[in-house]
């Protein structure tokens, strides 16, 4: 079965500083997708990045940059110099490949999710 | 373009009542999922539908049924509301594609309580 595991419950930093949120993931898939999305206070999900199993490049998007391991199977979250408004929910995600029969979904398994404070 | 729109936006309920959880997307989406939102417990599938006409039961499908009434639409009843379903529920659509894994959008959700 799969798994995934946001062990940050809360973390609360001060604005400009650099904050990684940590990610594991569980699976017995060699082809899988893993996602990231944030909740801010309004509490709307709000998608972030979808990766595939086969692709370890890290990403970068402006303040934002993920770091993927299948080594560790771990997909780190990092924001660069943060900001009040990244204050939200953050949500780690992984999704099973499914063989296409004629119709294919897969619903996500979300971690618990990881309530990150910005102060001012 | 709306994305995924859900009705009612909150809602109070009496312990056995029912009501129906409204769904729809515009974005031609094939699959369309529902989950729940409790505190601490991140989301959780209670149903999905691949396509028109089908419908597969998730992690936490119990207390719930779905109908996927055309592409657009996907419905979630509660037949005898329990104070246990009180919950955020969230739906969200995605394409299809022979080997998954797509991105979901998510709609703005819908909070219940069931006193």
């Known amino acids: 079965a799969q798994k995934v595991t946001q062990a940050q419950t809360e973390i609360s930093v001060v604005e400009k500083e650099d904050v990684t949120l940590d990610c594991v993931y569980e699976t017995r898939d060699t082809t899988y997708y893993l996602f990231w999305y944030k909740q801010p206070p309004s509490g709307e999900l709000v998608f972030l990045i979808r990766r595939n199993s086969f692709d370890e490049q890290n990403e970068i998007s402006g303040r934002y940059s993920w770091n993927f391991q299948k080594s560790t199977s771990s997909f780190n979250f990092t924001i660069t110099a943060s900001q009040v408004v990244d204050s939200a929910v953050y949500f780690c995600a992984l999704s099973e490949a499914q063989v296409y029969s004629g119709g294919g979904a897969d619903g996500l398994t979300f971690g618990k999710g990881t309530h990150l404070i910005i102060q001012p | 373009n709306a994305g995924v729109t859900q009705t009612p936006k909150f809602q109070v309920l009496k312990t056995g009542q029912s009501m129906t959880l409204q769904c729809a997307q515009d974005?031609?989406?094939?699959?369309m999922y529902w989950y729940r939102q409790d505190p601490g417990m991140g989301l959780r599938l209670i149903y999905y539908?691949?396509?028109?006409?089908?419908?597969d039961k998730g992690e936490v499908p119990n207390g719930y049924n779905v109908s996927r009434l055309n592409k657009r639409e996907f419905s979630l009843r509660l037949e005898s509301a329990a104070p246990s379903q009180t919950s955020v529920y969230f739906c969200?659509?995605?394409?299809?594609?022979?080997?998954?894994?797509?991105?979901?959008?998510f709609g703005p959700g819908t909070r219940l309580l069931v006193l």
């Open positions: 974005m031609n989406h094939n699959s």
């Open positions: 539908s691949a396509s028109e006409g089908t419908t």
């Open positions: 969200a659509s995605s394409e299809d594609s022979w080997e998954g894994g797509e991105t979901q959008y």
